[in-house]
């Protein structure tokens, strides 16, 4: 499973995209948001974080399963 | 075309008319966002743009979508500028075309509204010490 | 320049967020007013609009002065056609630039409302078979 | 005292310019309108009929002397 971060996200992780391999892998949006957090405290300190799910927002109850393209979407800053 | 949907390097706000004007459209409605000088009393070199484009496309898509939904519009465009941008350059432009005014101002007002609460682009101030990702924290 | 005023007789619709860009403003909302093709279902074939100069030139200066101290704008512009004008060719141009949006977006509305309760311009409609002073008549 | 007409107003008299003579020259805005729905019974039928002196919208209580830019302005609808 493949996850691209933007923004500050992607600052705070070092990399645009990182790889879970298949046993660490997050089963649902709400678990992957949490192994985040988890690794990387700073993504707690956000004003918001989503993510996206074949670049559609996804709430937490989301399942993954892993072939998807999943994004993580800090707080928009557009316009 | 009904609706204009685009992430582009350079806004030219010079066509912006052309692409909404209509022979059924007694007016048009365009919002210019643009680079600020100063952003609490700090001067700013440059914002940076980043975007998640294929997501950022897809909602503004949608967004126009809703728009012509919601009032009674003839065109639709939703443009916003990637990368760096200086002081006075333009970062956004959206508009609306209608048989008469009420739908063309409330619509743009909307887009631009919406646009800043669902489209992910990311924006980072430039200051002479620092650099600050807009919105990210509390 | 803060503001400016004027009839002319083409409308440069591709010049005006120049006129209005400032290193201070966030936002540019401008309102366009163009020839519709069609009123109540019968074909306008062009409007001819005609003004006095003078009165026009005070009352439009007045709107604008009005808008700069009601609201934070850094620049205010009103521009009206005069002469005949076909369908989708513009008639009337405003806009204003602010830090923040909401402040262009409220005076942007507020000089075209106002525009077109004051100032001594008057449009005919020519249709195929006659031609109509608009609003001369209850 | 000249008297400038536009609109609708000027397709009524024919003119865009019309002259008082001195014995019938009106001395209020309130005795111009007066006048000029006498001689053009069309201006009663109008949305709205207001006159401007010096090129400023003027009630009709103000008074002239004659000397004034004076201008019938009927209902308008720029923009």
């Known amino acids: ?60 109850s989301v399942l993954l399963k892993g072939n998807e393209e999943i994004a993580i979407i800090p707080p928009v800053s557009g316009g | 075309m009904k609706k204009v949907v685009e992430i582009v ?25 643009a680079v600020r000088e100063f952003t609490n009393n700090e001067e700013v070199i440059a914002l940076e743009f980043e ?3 294929a997501m950022a496309l897809k909602e503004m898509s949608k967004i126009a979508d809703e728009a012509l939904a919601k009032w009674s519009l003839n065109k639709v465009l ?4 990637v990368g760096e941008k200086g002081v006075e350059e333009p970062v956004v432009i959206v508009g609306a075309s ?3 005014r009420d739908a063309c101002f409330e619509a743009c007002r909307f887009l631009i509204d919406t646009l800043k609460e669902t489209v992910p682009i990311w924006k980072k ?6 650099s600050v990702w807009v919105s990210a924290h509390p």
Do not use: W
């Not at chain 2, 909404?20 to 007694?26: E, P, T, V, W």
């Not at chain 2, 939703?78 to 500028?81: F, N, P, T, V, Y």
């Open chain 2, 98 to 100: 209608s048989a008469h």
């Open chain 1, 1 to 60: 499973m493949n996850v691209l971060f933007f923004g500050i996200t992607k600052d705070i992780v070092g990399s645009s995209e990182i790889s879970f391999s298949n046993e660490l892998q997050p089963t649902s949006v709400a678990s992957l948001k949490k192994q985040l957090i988890e690794s990387y405290p700073e993504f707690s300190k956000l004003n918001s974080l989503a993510v996206a799910v074949n670049s559609e927002y996804a709430d937490d």
């Open chain 2, 125 to 130: 101030e430039k200051f002479k010490n620092k």
């Open chain 2, 9 to 33: 390097d350079v806004i030219d706000t010079a066509k912006v008319y052309a692409e909404l004007s209509d022979a059924n459209s007694g007016g048009i409605c365009v919002f210019v966002g």
């Open chain 2, 78 to 81: 939703i443009r916003h500028a």
């Open chain 2, 51 to 53: 975007t998640y484009e």
